[in-house]
């Protein structure tokens, strides 16, 4: 359930290239013009735009869409701008030379992606950083968080829906029994987590939930202060109930003593083309309050307009 407002007839990319290329030219910057076009593009559209604007100026659109534009308006456009799977390299990339906390920003890529998405950004990590996502991952983590990271970018689940139950059964009394011990890093329970596909590991955590009278998150709540933890437990929401996970990083992104505009931005241009409708449904659900009311109370000027857009509020 994507956001994106895509008008009937779109506009030839050498047109879009073109009214872009314009919005550069004379005094001052015409933000505007960026935002009606690239928050009215889907990825393949916005993708035909940047080569054809390559091909006519000898230039890269990102490069000066970064010369134009500044602050947390330029982040938001130009992540906007990147495919997904490069937007995904970018991102990961970032968070591995970030401090500890930004762990979270790669179990969100290995989880909420499809397994396919998952390897294209590899791939795009690849061909831009010249190092595999994996080392990258290994080399900046330690512990059990390594433990639990490696194998998530690493593995390429099965997709589909076929579920066995008997091996639900007999792994969710396999979770049931390493958490009841508070083996929390068991390579088992490790295991089940990263390798499992995503109809596989819902049928384990129901039958949990079911035999054991506790779903596995309530389970795992006891000194959830260590990041370890807490971690797993985004990682279960991730593969499970995505927007619940994305909800919450909103609620905290937006009531913060000032906004955290990186997570903000973040969830906005990764999630718009995918399930940003169920993720704003989840926060009024949670928060009486609108997604957009939220975003438009929260933030200003080209920024809060590029965000609002993304959502598909239109002015």
Not at 84 to 97: M, Q, S
Not at 154 to 175: C, Q
Not at 206 to 230: M, Q
Request: proline residues 3%; negative net charge.
């Amino acid at each position: 359930m994507a956001t994106l407002k895509i008008p009937s007839h779109v506009p030839h990319p050498s047109e879009d290239s073109e009214q872009l290329r314009s919005a550069f030219q004379g005094w001052g910057t015409n933000e505007g013009l960026i935002i009606s076009i690239l928050t009215h593009r889907n990825a393949a559209q916005r993708k035909a735009i940047r080569q054809t604007y390559a091909q006519t100026h000898g230039e890269d659109l990102l490069k000066d869409l970064d010369k134009e534009l500044s602050s947390d308006f330029e982040k938001a456009v130009l992540l906007w701008t990147l495919d997904p799977a490069e937007r995904d390299a970018f991102l990961a990339n970032l968070a591995t030379k970030m401090l500890t906390a930004n762990n979270a920003v790669i179990m969100e890529i290995a989880s909420t992606r499809s397994p396919l998405e998952l390897l294209k950004a590899k791939q795009a990590y690849q061909a831009r950083f010249k190092k595999s996502l994996e080392e990258d991952v290994a080399y900046h983590t330690s512990g059990d968080i390594r433990k639990l990271l490696v194998p998530l970018v690493g593995t390429f689940r099965y997709d589909g829906d076929e579920v066995n139950m008997t091996l639900a059964k007999s792994e969710a009394k396999l979770l049931h029994e390493k958490i009841a011990d508070k083996s929390y890093n068991h390579e088992d329970l490790i295991r089940i987590v990263t390798t499992r596909s995503k109809a596989q590991l819902n049928a384990t955590l129901n039958h949990y939930n079911n035999a054991f009278g506790n779903v596995i998150d309530k389970d795992l709540e006891t000194g959830s202060e260590d990041e370890y933890l807490k971690l797993l437990k985004s990682v279960i929401k991730c593969l499970t109930y995505p927007e619940k996970y994305f909800e919450e990083l909103l609620r905290l992104a937006i009531n913060k003593m000032g906004t955290d505009e990186l997570a903000l931005t973040r969830v906005v241009t990764t999630r718009a083309e995918v399930d940003l409708q169920r993720i704003a449904e989840e926060y009024q659900r949670r928060n009486s309050v609108p997604l957009d009311r939220a975003i438009d109370n929260d933030t200003s000027g080209d920024y809060q307009k590029i965000l609002l857009a993304l959502l598909g509020r239109e002015d």
